[in-house]
């Protein structure tokens, strides 16, 4: 929907190839470029694991299981599982998006670099993406589709 609105608001300046694997990859680009500008590894690592929590979260699952002391003797053992947590009814969809090697290299090696931070949180290429396009989904949900969040973007294509 927020696609069409460009489309509806800047009818002259929006592509109608423009879709929304280009606007999670212009996402993508423009937070490696605030990376590059110089931010604290400890923030980021942080706001990924913060972010981590809210979009994928996940619940712990204990399991009894037998366990066998010696060849007469068995003993309960309690243990604990984490599970990513996922509803019943949710729905995915997948989505190719493409983009040069270099830029997908630059985001594996800052989660590397970000890996002293992030403790026992592993996070995936494809996770911190997710995070980036649900970060800026939540923003227009919260603050409305702004003209200036519209023109930005639009700035960030050339057109304007």
Do not use: W
């Amino acid at each position: 929907m927020f696609i069409q609105d460009l489309r509806d608001n800047y009818p002259e300046d929006m592509s109608y190839s423009f879709d929304i694997g280009q606007l999670i990859h212009m996402l993508y680009t423009d937070f490696l470029h605030q990376i590059k500008r110089g931010v604290k590894n400890e923030d980021v690592a942080l706001y990924l694991k913060q972010s981590k929590e809210k979009y994928f979260p996940t619940k712990k699952v204990e399991k009894r299981v037998i366990k066998q002391m010696n060849h007469y003797s068995f003993q309960y053992e309690d243990i604990e599982e984490v599970k990513e947590f996922e509803e019943e009814e949710e729905k995915f969809a997948y989505l190719d998006i493409r983009a040069a090697e270099k830029v997908i290299l630059r985001g594996e090696i800052l989660l590397y670099d970000l890996s002293p931070f992030l403790g026992d949180t592993n996070i995936t290429l494809e996770q911190l993406i997710a995070i980036i396009y649900l970060d800026f989904i939540k923003t227009v949900q919260e603050h409305g589709n702004s003209i200036a969040v519209q023109q930005t973007i639009l700035n960030k294509l050339g057109t304007k």
